[in-house]
Every structure is written in C-alpha cells, then in structure tokens.
C-alpha cells in the first residue's frame, strides 16, 4: 500500500479499501448536523426526496444558534419547524442558548477521532482538532446524508502545514498563526483540498487552539482540516490516525511560529492579512469577541487579561458571545465573565451573534469593527458600509481599551 | 441568447445573498436581494435568462444554499466562473441551477452567450468565439442533467459514481 495522508487513511477505512487523491467515492458518514440557517432547508429537501426516516437519527444533530433567540416571526417559525422535525424523528436536537453548532459537537463529543462528519455549516472542518475529517456541506448535500448515511466526494489531496517551535510570542495566540496560514495559502489555495497540521509546536497545542487552526481552512478554501494527533488530550481513549511518512503533499508550508507577531485581516478579505502594528492606531467603535473561532474559555480569558479593573472608554462598545453554554458557566465560574462585564462588555446569548450579520449587534454607516471571527466579507455583519477588521481575542480587547487599533502587550 | 453580466474573482457568498437574508424558505425574497452587495444595479440591469460571469473562487465562504437558490431564482440560466469554490459548485448542481468552469474566455459584460450543458460548449456570439468548460466527473453530470439532487436521488436511489 502506498503511503497516505490522515484524509486518505481517513477515508480508506470508511470505503474498506486504499483510496488516494483524486479519486471518487461514496464514503459512510459517521455523524451530520445542521442549524437554523441551513437546517429548515435541509430538511425540505429530506422530505422532495421522499425522506420519513433518517438514516442514523442517533448521529444527527439540529442545532439552533445562527440567529437565537429568534430576532423576528419569519426565524421563529424556521425555529418551531426544526423543533417538530426534530421531534418526529428522534434526532439530536439543541436549542437557543445551548451554543455554536460546532462548539457544541465538540463539547458533547459528537465527533471523534477517525470520523467521517458532515456539516451543513462551512466552519465544520473545525472537528479535524479531534483528528476526524469533516466537511461543510450545502443542504440538499447534508438532506441526502440525512436519507441515506452516505455521501460521495473526491478524497482530497493534502497541503502540509509543519508547526516548527516551543512556544509563541507575547500576546499572540493560534489565531494569528492560522492567519499567517491564510496569508500564506490564500482564500482559494485550498480549494478541494485538506490542509494538514504538523510540527512540534502541535504538542504545546490545547484542543481550542487546534480548533482555530482548522477553523479558518474554511478561508483557504479548503474541503477539510486536520490536526496531526500528537499532543491531542481527549477525556477518553482512542485510535490516533497519523499520516504515513512518505505521504504526499501537493505543498508543504514552513511556519516559524516564533517569528509570528499578532496579525489581522483587513477589510474585506480574510486573506487580506497585515501586522497589527502596520494598522496600530486606525479608530475602531466596535469589538466582538466570540465565533466558532474564538469565543472559547482561553479567548474570553486572554480579553479579561487586558480589561482586568479598566474601563471601556466611552463611544466603543465590546459585544461578546461565549461559544456554548459550558464555556458561559466555565467564564461565570472563574471569574471571567465578572471581569469582562465590570470592564463595560455587553454578553450576548451562546451563539453565532453578529457574526452571521442577522441580529446581535449590526455596525452602523461607516463604523469600524475589530472582530475575532473569521470572515470580513462586505456587509458579513448585516451593514455594507461597515469596515471589518479581523483579530485574536487579545487585539479586540487591547484595541477597545484605547478605541483604536491596538498590538496586545504587558503595556495594555 | 443570454447577455452576460461580467464580475470579478473572489464573490462571496455573503454578497451573493447577505445572511440578514438568508433565514426563510421564500425564495422570491432571496432573488430580490441577489447580488445587490457586488452590484446595487444588478436588479434594474439584469433580465431573466441573463447568465453570470465571474473570475476565481466565486461563491466562496460560507456553505448558504441560499446563494445558488438566490441566482436560481431570480432566473439566471448559467453561472460561468474560472473556478468555483467547493460548496457553492456542489450546492449549485444539486439544486439544479446550471454552472459551468470556463477556464479561458475573453467575455465582456453585455455580450451575447449562448450554451451547452451535456457537451460543456460556450458560445460567445458578439465576439464570434467558441469556449471548452472543464468536463464534470460524471455523477455531477448526471446530477445537473437530472434537475438536481433531490430528482436524481428519486430515480436512483444512491449515487453512481
């Protein structure tokens, strides 16, 4: 057997033969899930198909966090369709509040190690932090994996990215080395592609960070992410996949990790990326903290870090979305939360928030936002004629201190 | 004959259909709003059957049906692009709103097309000039000639690949 990457080792085991870039195949899914933004048509489609029952309703998930609690009667009624659907046909469901889809699945281990998930979000590629390849599907894709428990697909050739280094600079978090990555790659470099993660830095890696990392392939392009298992913690036993030595890579990239200083993308490209520095002082009147990217526990603490006993001055305003319900009890437990609201930050419900550009926080004409999210594209936050910057959790915070674009430091 | 609408790489599909948009099953909402991010004008410029041509990437970012359905039905016949990013190329196909990969063209905004599907043929009238889409593997193929996914999945019951 020739050697494989961990998307082609993946993949051989699900189709019980050696497959390799390129090739077709109709691949089990172990595990799908849809929101409220993808879900209502999703399951539309299930029923033109002639769908009553699904195929796996043990591993399928209807999760209500793009626009939640429902800003108007259109959304609600979407909200009460998934609620009965997911009634009749036992699946999992999830409501207002419970979090971000892909948070969600990670924080109730719906995705494991070696498995094969499909998502009807373009962030699902995040679940390659626990080692599985998963992809962002559409809805007549995620209506037919709901029928059938199956989907068909190119195994997809790997872009090798090798982590080198102990430890990263001051201030900078694995937010600002996916961006390098995506300077690097660009918003169409991985298109079809899986963008695999390697190198020493890996073993320094917590689960959030890894989820970062595969997070934002999504803004390479690519169909999948995966994190190499090295350093991986999982609160149960399980069967790494590492990739063989000999694979191969259409490209390997080498990271300095360093060498990184903070970094962010500016409007209206996430591969638009620049030093935060070259931007330092640019007026801002708007940070938000929160996304499948960052609004984790260790993001919402490295702002509290910088706001601790400071005030947000006035004329800018902080919104921050914890990721799940858990990360919201984690952040009340420690103390974080107290530090961020006493600080001036508005905390809005566990979900997508303003980042899907429906409710939660729209920019006005001309204002300008930095943002921990992973997409700036024209009008993402409901107002095209707003400005985009995007950011680690650290920058925002740093940066609505001083109502101006900030580099996070012991200064702050 | 359709007139082409000329764009450039990289359209997202935040501006295909803004996800303030995006949260309904009526479709005729979606087409109201389509493309007015990339293009205030679209709506007054376009007239049903007019086809789309992009550079790069077009319709990256987020995994929104919305954005093919949008374009679907607001009647555009053809979407062209150099490439398309992954999920809009699936979702485009498996609603049945037709997209073909133009690698080499010189189509201008205005000019007439007129095309193929099965044989993947573009005919660029204005400029009297004959373009070769990318060939699809032939399940995407089958899936566009059926209508769809959903058409496809009836008749067949399971992928062919």
Not at chain 1, 18 to 43: F, K, Q, R, S
Not at chain 1, 128 to 143: E, I, R
Request: glycine letters at 8%; hydrophobic letters at 40%; charged letters at 20%.
């Amino acid at each position: 057997m020739l050697p494989q990457t961990i998307a082609e080792k993946i993949l051989s085991k699900h189709v019980g033969k050696p497959v390799y870039a390129g090739e077709l195949c109709v691949v089990p899914v172990d595990g799908a899930m849809a929101t409220d933004t993808t879900g209502p048509l999703a399951i539309k489609a299930f029923r033109e198909m002639g769908g009553e029952r699904l195929a796996n309703p043990e591993r399928f998930h209807l999760i209500i966090d793009h626009a939640a609690p429902a800003p108007n009667e259109r959304i609600a009624n979407l909200h009460r369709m998934m609620r009965s659907f997911a009634e009749e046909t036992g699946c999992h469901f999830y409501d207002i509040g419970s979090g971000i889809c892909h948070q969600v699945m990670v924080d109730h281990h719906r995705v494991n190690p070696g498995e094969v998930f499909m998502g009807a979000d373009s962030h699902t590629p995040t679940y390659g932090a626990v080692n599985a390849l998963a992809c962002g599907v559409g809805s007549t894709d995620l209506a037919a994996v709901m029928l059938t428990g199956k989907i068909w697909l190119k195994v997809p050739s790997s872009i090798r990215v090798n982590l080198h280094g102990h430890h990263l600079r001051e201030g900078v978090s694995a937010k600002d080395i996916v961006l390098e990555v995506v300077k690097h790659i660009t918003i169409s470099g991985a298109n079809y592609q899986s963008v695999e993660y390697h190198g020493e830095l890996l073993h320094y890696l917590s689960l959030s960070d890894r989820m970062v990392l595969c997070n934002m392939v999504a803004e390479m392009g690519a169909k999948t992410g995966i994190v190499s298992p090295e350093g991986l913690q999982l609160p149960f036993n399980f069967e790494p996949v590492f990739a063989d030595k000999e694979a191969v890579y259409t490209r390997v990239l080498d990271i300095e990790a360093e060498t990184i200083h903070p970094r962010l993308a500016i409007p209206h490209s996430p591969d638009n990326i620049h030093d935060v520095s070259a931007y330092a002082g640019t007026p801002i009147t708007y940070g938000f903290i929160g996304t499948c990217t960052n609004g984790r526990l260790q993001d919402l603490q490295s702002a509290a870090a910088i706001l601790k006993n400071k005030k947000i001055p006035s004329g800018v305003r902080l919104v921050i979305a914890p990721a799940s319900r858990q990360v919201l009890l984690d952040a009340m437990k420690d103390g974080t939360l107290q530090i961020l609201i006493e600080a001036g930050a508005s905390i809005i419900n566990s979900g997508c928030g303003p980042c899907v550009g429906t409710h939660d926080g729209v920019p006005g004409d001309g204002e300008v936002v930095i943002s921990a999210a992973n997409r700036n594209f024209k009008g993402r936050m409901g107002n095209p004629r707003s400005d985009i910057y995007l950011a680690s959790p650290a920058t925002v915070a740093a940066s609505v201190l001083y109502g101006r674009i900030t580099v996070p430091n012991q200064s702050n | 004959m359709a007139k082409a609408h000329v764009y450039g790489d990289n359209i997202d599909t935040d501006r295909i259909i803004p996800g303030k948009y995006t949260k309904t099953l009526d479709l005729s909402m979606l087409a109201a709003h389509v493309m007015e991010d990339v293009d205030p004008a679209f709506a007054s410029r376009f007239q049903e059957g007019d086809l789309i041509v992009a550079g790069d990437n077009f319709g990256c970012g987020s995994s929104r049906e919305q954005a093919p359905l949008a374009l679907k039905t607001a009647q555009v016949s053809l979407v062209i692009a150099r490439f398309f990013a992954r999920i809009f190329f699936r979702n485009a196909i498996n609603i049945g709103l037709p997209v073909l990969e133009v690698p080499h063209h010189s189509i201008q905004m205005g000019d007439e097309i007129s095309f193929n599907l099965a044989e993947g043929k573009v005919v660029n009238h204005t400029r009297q000039e004959v373009y070769q889409a990318t060939p699809l593997p032939p399940v995407m193929l089958n899936i566009m000639q059926e209508g769809g996914l959903v058409p496809y999945l009836k008749k067949y019951k399971d992928f062919i690949l």
